[in-house]
């Protein structure tokens, strides 16, 4: 069963909610001069990423910038920039965007359930990102950020505790840049929901591989200490596998030196079109200098979940025989590109000669996801993408 608890959650000032919330650590952008597009003076950023905000100077080592997120988490704290509930609690966490809506728990899990396989991943981690993150949580006394979990659809669960419409007046709510609503309810009867929650046999990481693995290795550390037990859980928002928006990962190849079209009309039946993408399970549109064409990828006949990936085919049967770019390791000339910008931004990038095609890809399905899942098996790197993305800086967990 899955150990979800309540935490005695930290969240900001409501007239500086817009100015605080940030996107996670791993998906900020610079806008085209450079520069962040936020708050610079109230952004979470400055907890989770300091050294963005503030950037580097002579003499600073890397440990420097973890104490200073954990220096500015306090700034925040004293402040009164964020206050703290009164009590441990559980949240309803909703994001609304114009064509979609999602509502899940926002509690915490306990770390046992990732080390027992309970919590089941889809990707792989890089070591140094997992180190960066550890030593910040260790730093900082604090998980900053929640992670995205996926939960099987539960009838019960989905009806009685997790409304797509709750009621009552949330409070948090607030629209970002991308013109999506976060609002966050608090859970009167949490007891309900942590018994029900016995029930849920695994739950999936939809988005924060790299926080969760880093969660566990600092709960590792710390247990060596003696040093309390709150450190034992880490906070995450858990949507109901129905309700997750999943969108794909784009593929932008920088080589410009290869004939792309030639390739495409001797090895594939292709069809030009003038219009903007719109892209089939089992189809691929390609943007190269010439414009756009669409081609159906050739079938397999493997029963293994991975080989049966529109991402996986796209490698086997175009990239890797063109450009020699494989599913299997990173290349120089291949940038995954995703984002509801994705393809104007590649479109662009082609179109000023600074890459020679780019892939749009249908997202796998949910089915095709959890079936990858629970297979133990590994997707191809960034072959998911789910939107709209949780916002750091709206409950905080503190240990």
Wanted: glycine share 6%.
């Amino acid at each position: 069963m899955i150990h979800l608890n309540t935490f005695h959650a930290w969240y900001p000032s409501l007239d500086l909610t817009q100015r605080i919330a940030a996107v996670p650590y791993d998906s900020v952008a610079e806008t085209p001069n450079g520069e962040l597009d936020v708050d610079q003076r109230y952004s979470f950023l400055q907890i989770t990423r300091p050294e963005l905000i503030d950037g580097f100077h002579s003499g600073e080592t890397i440990r420097d910038i973890y104490l200073k997120g954990a220096a500015n988490l306090d700034h925040f704290f004293s402040e009164g920039l964020f206050s703290r509930d009164r009590s441990d609690g559980l949240f309803l966490y909703q994001m609304q965007s114009e064509d979609h809506i999602q509502t899940g728990i926002f509690g915490c899990i306990s770390v046992k359930d990732y080390e027992e396989g309970r919590i089941i991943p889809h990707e792989h981690v890089h070591e140094d990102k997992v180190e960066e993150r550890k030593k910040h949580i260790l730093t900082q006394r604090a998980h900053a950020e929640p992670v995205m979990f996926a939960m099987p659809d539960d009838d019960f669960i989905n009806a009685n505790f997790i409304p797509e419409h709750p009621q009552g007046t949330p409070f948090i709510s607030y629209q970002d840049k991308e013109g999506v609503y976060h609002r966050i309810w608090r859970v009167f009867r949490p007891q309900d929901i942590l018994n029900a929650f016995k029930s849920v046999p695994a739950l999936y990481i939809a988005d924060g591989h790299h926080r969760t693995e880093a969660a566990a290795r600092a709960a590792k550390e710390l247990r060596k200490q003696n040093d309390g037990s709150d450190f034992e859980y880490f906070p995450a928002v858990i949507f109901p596998m129905s309700r997750l928006k999943l969108s794909a990962y784009h593929r932008l190849i920088l080589r410009t030196d290869y004939p792309f079209d030639s390739y495409l009309d001797e090895h594939f039946s292709v069809e030009k079109s003038l219009d903007q993408p719109d892209t089939k399970a089992g189809c691929v549109s390609i943007y190269t200098p010439s414009g756009w064409k669409q081609m159906r990828l050739p079938e397999t006949d493997s029963q293994d979940p991975i080989e049966q990936l529109d991402v996986s085919r796209l490698y086997r049967y175009l990239l890797e025989p063109s450009v020699g770019i494989s599913a299997r390791q990173a290349s120089p000339d291949e940038r995954y590109i995703g984002g509801s910008d994705s393809i104007s931004r590649m479109i662009r990038m082609v179109d000023e000669k600074k890459a020679g095609m780019a892939v749009i890809l249908h997202p796998p399905s949910i089915q095709q996801w959890k079936a990858v899942a629970d297979s133990g098996a590994i997707m191809p790197p960034k072959s998911t993408w789910f939107e709209p993305k949780l916002r750091s800086g709206l409950l905080v967990h503190t240990f």
